[in-house]
């Protein structure tokens, strides 16, 4: 009943299901440090002006720094384990990519921190209360579940947010900055999926971890973001109140348009690549200057090495 209930459900919304052979993601992941940094300049309100979606965005940051490093620590148990040689590089280069994001987001929130923002009680908690309760008290496996499901969070916020062009008005470098870290997100999206299918395919231990994933990600994200607007200016209640109504309701819609891309993880046959990303990919890196780690030398980029 459960997977009739399913095909139903995904048959009002075929335009988010892409055939797998027609529409891979790119086979190479590129470990890329990006040469811009975060300015001194940075208004409190750095995205379109607008107090919701800012925070949002700081929120994410938040939790990204402390949901890398949970990521990175649950992927390296398995190596050992793994004889896919092609799957054991794509994991070394996801970590290559994930440390990369930690170092920015830990840059920014020292930033947040400068503007007055205090989060860290809130941000030790995420991390030791959250995810190191899930690493000593689960198993690795339902572990790497978790983990798989948290990434499609985050791919799905990344194709989100970057076909929908959320970052188009805000600060130029937080813009690259971001846009980058998103677009790794697409690149990298089937690493541990892949590796949770090679340890163990079971359907049930993917939900299972998804729903947990899901408590995680909403707990998180909504302590987080209420926990800065609360810090800004509560004054501007009315001002809070239409902007997040249109953010995440009406105009943008944004919770409706994320729902869409969040329950394809539920399809039994389900796989990152069934979604098309390699045009946002390509054009996120575009004319964009990196420093380069274990990678073919792609053009105008210099190939560096990692010591």
Known sequence: MFFNFLTKFYSLVPSMIYPNKKNPIPEKITIRKPLSQITEQVPIHWLDGNIVKTHVANALSIIFKNEEEYFIKIVRKFIPKLKNAKLKKEIISFIGQEQQHCDFHSDFCNKLTDQGFDFQFLSFNIKNFIYGSMDAFLSDELNLAIASGLEHYNKSTAELSLREKVFSNSDAILKELFEWHLAEELEHSNVVFDLLREIDSNYWLRI????????????????????????????????????????????????????????????????????????????????????????????NQTEQTVN
């Open 208 to 299: 299972e971890g998804f729903f947990i994933a899901t408590l995680v990600r909403n707990l998180t994200l909504t302590f987080t973001t209420a926990n800065l607007v609360v810090q800004d200016d509560l004054r501007q209640f009315l001002r809070i109140w239409k902007e997040g109504k249109d953010f995440f309701f009406t105009k943008d819609q944004i919770l409706y348009k994320l729902f869409l891309y969040i329950v394809d993880y539920a399809k039994p046959d389900f796989h990152p690549s069934q979604h098309n990303m390699t045009d946002i990919i390509s054009e996120i890196f575009k004319n964009r200057n990196f420093e380069i780690f274990f990678s073919k030398k792609p053009a």
